[in-house]
């Protein structure tokens, strides 16, 4: 029998591998980045099984069996173009490429609703969407019946009965496992369901992926277990762990919005560490550009002293944001302004906080209104501890005005540790003095906030929301393809063994 091994090591570059082995494809495989490398082995046999090709026997093509010891520190990850520089020659692998280059069905459940309720993810999901349809994709959206538009660029979508939880600031959600939802969904035929994590809409996910066949991606967008004792009782959090790790060892592939939260969930064992991958950042550099600076506008935030120092923080006014760390701020600095624009639940009781204060509450704001409030503060402070990344950040860097955050969560994969006080500035979480030590200077300081914000703006430039979403559709959702091939393989083995066994094959003489 002819075989022909493929020795793939992400730790070492591909021309030497090809120079070694000259007949070698060699494929290139991404890490997570706080993993280390580990090799793994494909080999590939003529007419065997193949777990691209799940349960089909390949005529006349090679077949790769995976034969990897060690998977949770290796990532499978397709690149196209990087294929073809390197002058690939498998069939099976440029057949894939292909195939996933070609309009895709994909059914998206999202929950709480993008279109109702404020919160990062939902710029996240509605530029996802867009980049979808510009794409090609027919796109499907199950989520939370309120505030669900008649169209959305061309997406299907479709609104669930919904239910308050009260203990969780009556957030809707939804189950999503209706007769009408399912039947909807089979008719679409989606080729991968992608479901946001975690919820209870994402068990509609699950089922309605198990019931047709089809690979499921689930994306990480909350810190539950950080938030569960700040809203209900801590000792609900191991069983939280449970509910994520059931559902994310189910799915083929689990979407992380940062690095910390990656390692969070690899550190709890939530699932394979092979199948965790970061969802890149994006920002609209458009819509949050420096050239929104109004003066009418800073006005309005400063209370009638446009000449004072003003600090903006945008965003859900929730408990879990350690907004009261900024009354400590506040206090320290009589001679600053603060603005908050923003809406939520913890409203009432920051405004008590801050009575009497140099504080201005503007309630929601959108559209150019929004962009005007970003630009023209001087400096954006963001006490929230819990973060999974931090879009206002990214929206308030866009804007160009410098950034002072905590060093927790998805804030330092924003500002990493080579560019703090270059793009930004990091603080201990919780520690006063730290902060002020950052935020004076800027306030008081016109060319330095000036440098920090031309040098912030300039490096948000470097993230659209187009490259974000073609990374996960042409890269990700391949991932999860294979790993769900892989699965299915492994599952009908042995049905195949018996198979062989009770029909082999015929036996052919060539003489």
């Known amino acids: 029998m002819n075989?022909?091994?493929?020795?793939?090591n992400?730790?070492?570059?591909?021309?030497?591998?090809?120079s070694s082995h000259p007949s070698v494809t060699s494929l290139r495989f991404q890490r997570?980045?706080?993993?280390?490398?580990k090799p793994i082995t494909l080999s590939c046999r003529k007419t065997q099984f193949c777990y691209f090709q799940g349960l089909k026997t390949v005529k006349g093509r090679k077949s790769l069996v995976l034969e990897a010891t060690n998977m949770d520190k290796t990532e499978v990850d397709s690149h196209d173009e990087e294929d073809k520089e390197e002058g690939s020659s498998s069939t099976l692998v440029d057949s894939e490429n292909q195939r996933n280059s070609k309009p895709r069905r994909i059914a998206l459940f999202v929950e709480p609703s993008p279109f109702a309720y404020v919160s990062g993810y939902k710029n996240r999901f509605q530029n996802f969407i867009k980049c979808l349809r510009e794409m090609g994709d027919e796109v499907m959206v199950v989520t939370t019946h309120k505030g669900v538009p008649q169209e959305f660029y061309g997406a299907k979508l479709i609104g669930s009965w919904s239910f308050p939880l009260p203990w969780y600031q009556n957030v809707p959600l939804s189950l999503a496992l209706s007769p009408r939802i399912i039947s909807e969904v089979a008719r679409f035929k989606p080729d991968i369901i992608h479901a946001s994590s975690p919820g209870i809409m994402v068990f509609g996910a699950l089922?309605?992926?198990?019931?047709?066949?089809?690979?499921?991606?689930?994306?990480?967008?909350?810190?539950v277990p950080v938030y569960i004792p700040r809203y209900t009782f801590s000792w609900l959090v191991i069983p939280m762990w449970w509910v994520i790790k059931f559902l994310h060892r189910a799915a083929d592939l689990t979407l992380v919005p940062s690095v910390a939260i990656g390692r969070d969930l690899q550190a709890a064992r939530v699932t394979a560490a092979n199948k965790i991958r970061l969802w890149n950042k994006g920002v609209d550099s458009e819509s949050f550009h420096p050239r929104y600076r109004s003066h009418e506008m800073r006005l309005r935030l400063s209370n009638g002293e446009p000449e004072k120092p003003l600090i903006v923080h945008v965003g859900r006014l929730g408990v879990e944001k350690s907004l009261d760390f900024l009354k400590g701020l506040m206090?320290?600095?009589?001679e600053a302004r603060i603005a908050f624009v923003g809406d939520g639940p913890y409203r009432v009781e920051l405004e008590k906080l801050f009575e009497g204060m140099p504080a201005v509450f503007t309630g929601m704001l959108g559209g150019?209104?929004?962009s005007q409030a970003y630009a023209s503060g001087d400096v954006f402070v963001m006490p929230s501890e819990s973060e999974t990344l931090g879009f206002v950040v990214l929206e308030a860097m866009s804007s160009g005005i410098p950034v002072v955050g905590a060093r927790a969560g998805g804030i330092p994969d924003i500002i990493p540790a080579d560019q703090e006080g270059k793009t930004g500035y990091l603080y201990?979480?919780?520690d006063l003095e730290d902060c002020l030590s950052k935020l004076k200077p800027l306030l008081f300081d016109k060319k330095l906030r000036e440098t920090i914000g031309k040098a912030a703006r300039d490096e948000m430039e470097k993230f659209d929301w187009k490259a974000a979403t073609r990374k996960v559709r042409?890269?990700?959702?391949?991932?999860a393809i294979w790993f769900w091939r892989k699965k299915r393989a492994i599952l009908f083995r042995p049905l195949q063994w018996i198979t062989k066994r009770v029909f082999p094959s015929p036996q052919v003489n060539c003489r």
């Open 32 to 37: 997570f980045s706080s993993l280390g490398p």
């Open 3 to 8: 075989t022909t091994a493929l020795s793939i």
């Open 368 to 370: 150019e209104e929004l």
């Open 474 to 479: 042409n890269e990700q959702y391949n991932a």
């Open 10 to 18: 992400p730790s070492l570059p591909s021309s030497s591998s090809s």
């Open 331 to 334: 206090d320290k600095l009589p």
């Open 428 to 430: 201990n979480p919780g």
């Open 207 to 223: 089922i309605i992926a198990k019931l047709l066949s089809v690979p499921i991606v689930m994306s990480y967008h909350t810190h």
